[in-house]
């Protein structure tokens, strides 16, 4: 089996974590490894090294999962007939038509083809901050739409991308697929069009220019600390339980930076402290900050290891962090 990068190792631990727990199939488990390593071989050779038994191992000679299209991407908008996200827990939900918002699905340019994303704004009119968001591995969901508003209603012009728009969207993928499809597309891909979503931001009249930070989760998180070390235009970011970006690297690093870790999530905040002393080495600006009895993407709100909370109180510190930086 070739051997697996960063983001391929860090979805499937993460997925045989969420099968142990009883929150995924062994089904789905299996369909999404295979995905991700592109052979039901490779997807069994993964499987046993973060853990699984022989007896929870596919056959070499089981076929490939075949991707099931969504029907329909009408349910992109990711909105109930009310403008309520399905799901939705968080106080701090803003549905979809609130008051004093715009929100638009807006293309750019980026490495030769079109990119769209999710855009949110105060429709006030005025120049002000931006933030860009990277979402889950779940690819541009309702949930990460409601984010974007979220920041919209804090004042940022908000733009959430839809890193699978080269692949026909999120809305349009077996949403087991969407994993795989995106650590083949790779960690420099994304960065690349988070690049040219910052150029995008900054040449709009409702941002002032310079003015613009990035936000994400899981995922979204390390493609966040991947981009902090490339993209020296931002002026902060907040990475939500991501993996770490190369330490090798963290000497580049521009922006204020700021890492949401769980206490409960072993693999991601175990692996914290090496990049916080990479960091503490450096005239990097940063906080680490380990919330309390919570576990891996605490913020999501429409799943089960949501806490409000913690919740509630990282995204105020991620506010105050970029209130201060940008």
Known sequence: MTQLGTFEKYLIEEFFDDYKAGELSHR?????VAFITGSMAAAAAAMTLVGCTPGELPRSTDPMPTPTPTPSAASASGTSAT????GAK???????????????????????TEITGYLARPDDGGAGSAVLICHENRGLTPHIQDVARR??????AALALDLL???GGTASMD???VPGAL???????????FAAAFDYLNGQDFVDSGRVAMNGYCFGGGITWQASTEITGLKATAAFYGPAPDLAKVSSIKPAVFGVYAELDARITGAMPALRDALDATDVQHQMKVYPGVDHAF????????????????????????????
């Open 151 to 156: 920041f919209a209603n804090a004042g940022y």
């Open 175 to 177: 949403p087991d697929a």
């Open 83 to 86: 403008g309520a996200i399905p």
């Open 28 to 32: 789905t488990f299996t369909r999404r």
């Open 299 to 326: 913020h999501n709100d429409t799943g089960e290891r949501y806490r409000e909370d913690q919740a509630t109180a990282a995204w105020n510190d991620m506010l105050a962090w970029f209130g201060q930086h940008v």
């Open 90 to 112: 968080s106080p701090l939900s803003v549905p979809e038509g609130a008051p004093g918002l715009t929100t638009a699905t807006v293309r750019f340019p980026s490495g030769g």
């Open 183 to 193: 650590t083949q597309a790779g960690a420099r891909r994304h960065v690349s069009d």
């Open 165 to 167: 728009s080269r692949e």
